[in-house]
């Protein structure tokens, strides 16, 4: 599975953004994905993901309120729209994709994703 990120930018605290993780599998719909970001000098962190089948969604607290994940299997992509960002939300932002994951605490753990696509950087500036 190959997962390709895209709809980063420059944007001025207080905007916004959507992300986009396209894959290349036909059995998009199996595969629960998860957004992940890291920070210069930071660790990777998880942000938001949607589960396979149910579609439920998780977040961070830091982001909870603010950014909305959603999937479009039709589409073989997942979405992460991101409002009020703040400067704080400055990081490489990667997708990730778990064959058939659904539990919270799997979907935050980034050693439980199979797949990673190659990340799109946001910079949010004060």
């Known amino acids: 599975v190959q997962l390709q990120a895209s709809g980063g930018g420059l944007v001025q605290a207080g905007g916004s953004l959507r992300l986009s993780c396209a894959a290349s599998?036909?059995?998009?719909?199996?595969?629960?994905v998860g957004w992940f970001r890291q920070a210069p000098g930071k660790e990777r962190e998880f942000v938001a993901a949607i589960s396979w089948s149910i579609d439920k969604t998780y977040y961070a607290d830091s982001v909870k309120g603010r950014f909305t994940i959603s999937r479009d299997n039709a589409k073989n992509t997942v979405y992460l729209q991101m409002n009020s960002l703040k400067p704080e939300d400055t990081a490489i932002y990667y997708c990730?994709?778990?064959?058939?994951?659904?539990?919270?605490?799997?979907?935050?753990?980034?050693?439980?994703?199979?797949?990673w696509g190659q990340g799109t950087k946001v910079t949010v500036s004060s």
């Open positions: 990730a994709a778990a064959f058939g994951r659904s539990s919270q605490s799997s979907l935050q753990d980034l050693t439980k994703y199979n797949y």
């Open positions: 599998t036909r059995t998009f719909s199996n595969y629960a």
